[in-house]
């Protein structure tokens, strides 16, 4: 694979080896990111992206497109099916561009909506000030406890019928507890809002019928490169009272020509996620969280909410006297990729925040489990407690390799 690219432009083809290279040396812990199959990443390496092809199947503004109707009616007949969902709309490019269509869909500006606070796991396109959602809509937070770190369903339904949003959007991007989508749907209809569900993260626990499920939502929005591991991209699913004002608010209301090489790769992952060996991956991916954080916690680490009932672990690294930004820089000389982040209740800024997150789906994709998440933790915990020493930095990055060779990625690519 390649070939062509390396000899027409030689610049452009050792910077994607280099890339290809740090993703198969090191360990790759940041929860948002996974390794796509080949599968997946040749579909989206296709002739497909020359096609102009606006509209929906069988209503393209273009022709030439009797192909890539196929393509993406067996995306949304395989979306439709996976998610137990009436409709699907296949074409947003991103997860936050997919939000942005719901919003444009079931909002006018200045309309209330409510979403979790930022710096207690909400994304940013969940009301963040310096984000479209927060600059174009009223947007009520909702966050965690300071005890626990968790939700309150109760807090939540009392801000709720206070507030009384017209959406009320669920999922995190930072959050290490189960949600209860089914609330989130009760809390929404007693006040009559709509229920966004924002699966993200968690998606491929969903669908592997390890975390709750989420069709009671009115709207699932969800980005196909996390647990899903598919391309970078993402989806819409809603109820069929919703379809048609979704599909409008995607297009024409904010796309132009769908990326349809990307909306192929969707449906070669739709496919694998349906394949028997979806459900141990996501099992997998939970009992190697499971073990991070207990291996971190036992060794002094502060674990926000204590534990992880998903795919992630958020450390407070300030527990063992550094920051954020110390702690995954250091992390990173090793190897060992994370990302800082806020934590609940934060003091700190959000360039050099408190907390350290990372994740297990990734190195679950590669095959690691129990055994080499203990591995990981324990190298972890010693960077993080001298993230000054370069010769132990140095160390741990020898032992990082040496474990990435018996787990390989791409053979495809080497
Ligand atoms: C990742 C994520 C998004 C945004 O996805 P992009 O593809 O990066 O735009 C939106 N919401 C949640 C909860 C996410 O985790």
Same mark, same amino acid.
């Given at each position: 694979m390649l070939e062509s690219l390396k000899k027409q432009d030689s610049v452009v083809y050792?910077?994607?080896?280099?890339?290809?290279?740090?993703?198969?040396?090191?360990?790759?812990?940041?929860?948002?990111?996974?390794?796509?199959?080949?599968?997946?990443?040749?579909?989206?390496?296709?002739?497909?992206?020359?096609?102009?092809?606006e509209g929906y199947p069988g209503k393209r503004y273009y022709t030439g497109n009797q192909f890539i109707d196929q393509i993406e009616n067996l995306a949304i007949e395989r979306a439709k099916k996976l998610f137990k969902a009436d409709h699907a709309n296949?074409?947003?490019?991103?997860?936050?561009?997919?939000?942005?269509?719901?919003?444009?869909?079931?909002?006018?500006?200045?309309?209330?909506?409510?979403?979790?606070?930022?710096?207690?796991?909400?994304?940013?396109?969940?009301?963040?000030?310096?984000?479209?959602?927060?600059?174009?809509?009223?947007?009520?937070?909702?966050?965690?406890?300071?005890?626990?770190?968790?939700?309150?369903?109760?807090?939540?339904?009392?801000?709720?019928?206070?507030?009384?949003?017209?959406?009320? *959007? @669920?999922?995190? =991007?930072?959050?290490?507890?189960?949600?209860?989508?089914?609330?989130?749907?009760? %809390?929404?209809?007693? &006040? !009559?809002?709509?229920?966004l569900a924002d699966v993200s993260h968690i998606?491929?626990?969903?669908?592997?019928?390890?975390?709750?499920?989420?069709?009671?939502?009115?709207?699932?929005?969800?980005?196909?490169?996390?647990?899903?591991?598919?391309p970078r991209s993402a989806i819409i699913l809603c109820k069929e009272k919703f379809a048609k004002q979704i599909d409008k608010a995607v297009f024409p209301g904010l796309q132009g020509g769908p990326m349809e090489h990307v909306i192929a790769a969707k449906a070669v992952c739709f496919e694998e996620a349906m394949k028997p060996d979806f459900k141990p991956y996501q099992e997998q991916i939970k009992k190697n969280a499971a073990i991070l954080a207990k291996v971190l916690g036992d060794n002094g680490i502060r674990i *926000? @909410?204590?534990? =992880?009932?998903?795919?992630?672990?958020?450390?407070?690294?300030?527990?063992?006297? %550094?920051?954020?930004? &110390? !702690?995954?820089?250091?992390?990173?000389?090793?190897?060992?990729?994370?990302?800082?982040?806020?934590?609940?209740?934060?003091?700190?800024?959000?360039?050099?925040?408190?907390?350290?997150?990372?994740?297990?789906?990734?190195?679950?994709?590669?095959?690691?489990?129990?055994?080499?998440m203990e591995q990981a933790g324990e190298f972890i915990t010693s960077v993080l407690k001298d993230p000054g020493n370069a010769d132990l930095k140095k160390g741990i990055r020898k032992n990082v390799e040496k474990l990435t060779v018996e787990f390989p990625i791409y053979k495809e690519f080497d």
């Open positions: 050792n910077l994607v080896k280099s890339e290809i290279n740090r993703q198969k040396n090191g360990l790759c812990m940041i929860p948002s990111e996974n390794h796509a199959s080949v599968a997946v990443l040749e579909a989206m390496g296709t002739p497909l992206s020359n096609k102009y092809s296949v074409q947003p490019n991103a997860g936050s561009t997919a939000n942005q269509a719901v919003y444009f869909a079931m909002l006018n500006v200045g309309d209330k909506a409510m979403g979790m606070d930022l710096s207690h796991g909400g994304h940013l396109t969940h009301g963040s000030p310096v984000n479209f959602s927060g600059k174009l809509y009223n947007m009520i937070h909702y966050g965690v406890e300071k005890d626990t770190e968790r939700i309150n369903y109760d807090k939540l339904a009392e801000l709720a019928h206070k507030e009384k949003p017209k959406m009320i *959007i @669920s999922g995190a =991007t930072a959050y290490p507890r189960e949600i209860d989508f089914d609330k989130f749907t009760k %809390i929404a209809h007693e &006040i !009559g809002a709509v229920h998606v491929g626990l969903i669908l592997g019928g390890v975390h709750k499920d989420c069709s009671s939502a009115d709207i699932v929005m969800t980005t196909t490169h996390k647990t899903l591991r598919g *926000i @909410s204590r534990g =992880t009932d998903n795919h992630l672990v958020l450390i407070d690294a300030t527990s063992v006297g %550094i920051t954020g930004k &110390i !702690g995954s820089t250091a992390l990173e000389e090793a190897g060992i990729y994370t990302n800082r982040n806020t934590i609940p209740f934060e003091t700190r800024s959000p360039f050099d925040p408190s907390g350290i997150r990372m994740g297990t789906p990734s190195l679950t994709t590669r095959g690691m489990k129990e055994g080499e």
